[in-house]
C-alpha cells in the first residue's frame, strides 16, 4: 500500500491539543508494540541469502545500480546500503535512483536508506519515495523522533548510526537503543564544520565497539574501513550481528566481483 506523505507539523498545527493527545497515546503504543516485538525482529532470520552456516549478517553499502545489487545479493548479501544525500562521503545517489532499485528488485526487505535529514517528517517523506525497508539514521536522532519515527512507520526498521570516537559512544548507543531495530557503528566526525557521517575507510576502536555489543540488547553492525584482510579479526574482536562495508569491496568507483566474493567468504568463515 502505498504511503500518502505527512507534513506532520501541519497536522499537529490543525489538530489543536486534541490532535497531540492521540499522536502521544500512538506514540506509547508504538514503544510497547516495538518492545513485544522487538526479540521476535532481532532473532528473525535476515532478509537475503540463507545464513544457516553463520549468523553473520552482511551488509553491503554504496550501492549504485539494479546489476550491483543483484550481484551482491547473489553473492549472500542479507542488507543492500543506498546512500541518499550526504554532507560528506562516498557512493551518494538521488532519491529517485533508490526507488528505482528498490523497484527494481523482487524482494524489498533488503534495502536499506540512509539518510542525512534530521526531520522526521522529511525522513518519513522520503522513505515513503524511496520504499526502502530499513532506515539507517545517520545523524543523531533525539528519543522523541525515535518514538514519532515508530509511530509513522510502524513496519519500517530504524537502523540509528553511533560514531565511535571515544567512550561517549557507549553511553549513546545505550540511549539509542530502546528506541531501535539495530544499531550501526562506524567511524566519522559529525560535529566537524563539514560532518563526515560515513564511508571513511577508516576503522575506528573496536574495543569501544565491543563493550557496545556487550551492552545493548539489539542486533549491532559494525563498519568503518572495514576490508577483506581485516573482517576476520574484526567479527573476533568486536563479536557484532553484522557487518558493513563499502570502500573496501569497490574499485574505481564501482562493486568488485572478486573482492566481494572474498570478503563474503572471510565473514562466511568467521566464528562468532
Known amino acids: 500500500m502505498k504511503r500518502i506523505p505527512v507534513n506532520l507539523k501541519k497536522l499537529k498545527m490543525i489538530g489543536g491539543p486534541w490532535l497531540l493527545i492521540v499522536v502521544g ?16 525482529r532481532s532473532h528473525a532470520p535476515q532478509p537475503g541469502t540463507d545464513t544457516s552456516a553463520n549468523p553473520l549478517t552482511i551488509k553491503i553499502c554504496c550501492i549504485q545500480n539494479v546489476q550491483e545489487a543483484r550481484l551482491a545479493l547473489k553473492h549472500g548479501a542479507n ?10 562521503g562516498p557512493g551518494p545517489i538521488s532519491d529517485d535512483e533508490i526507488a528505482d532499485i528498490v523497484s527494481g528488485l523482487e524482494d524489498a526487505r533488503p534495502t536499506v536508506l540512509l539518510t542525512s535529514l534530521n526531520d522526521v517528517d522529511m525522513i518519513v517523506r522520503q522513505q515513503g519515495k524511496t520504499g526502502a525497508r530499513v532506515l539507517q539514521l545517520c545523524t543523531r536522532l533525539s528519543s522523541n523522533q525515535l518514538r514519532e519515527l515508530r509511530v509513522w512507520l510502524p513496519n519500517i526498521k530504524l537502523m540509528p548510526v553511533v560514531h565511535v570516537s571515544g567512550p561517549e559512544a557507549v553511553t549513546t548507543a545505550r540511549e539509542l537503543a530502546p528506541h531501535a531495530d539495530m544499531l550501526l557503528l562506524d567511524s566519522g566526525s559529525p560535529n566537524a564544520k563539514v560532518p563526515v557521517l560515513g564511508g571513511t575507510g577508516k576503522t575506528h576502536d573496536w574495543d569501544i565497539s565491543a563493550e557496545i555489543v556487550r551492552s545493548v540488547r539489539i542486533p549491532v553492525f559494525l563498519a568503518g574501513g572495514l576490508t577483506p584482510d581485516n573482517v576476520a579479526d574484526a567479527i573476533k574482536r568486536v563479536r557484532p550481528a553484522g557487518v558493513d562495508i563499502c570502500s573496501g569491496v569497490r574499485s574505481n568507483g564501482a562493486l568488485d566481483e572478486k573482492k566481494l566474493a572474498r570478503y563474503i567468504k572471510e565473514v562466511r568463515s568467521s566464528r562468532v
Open 25 to 40: 497515546a500512538l506514540s506509547l503504543l508504538g514503544v510497547l508494540v516495538s518492545l513485544f516485538t522487538r526479540r521476535k
Open 79 to 88: 542488507y543492500l546500503g543506498l546512500v541518499s544525500a550526504m554532507p560528506s
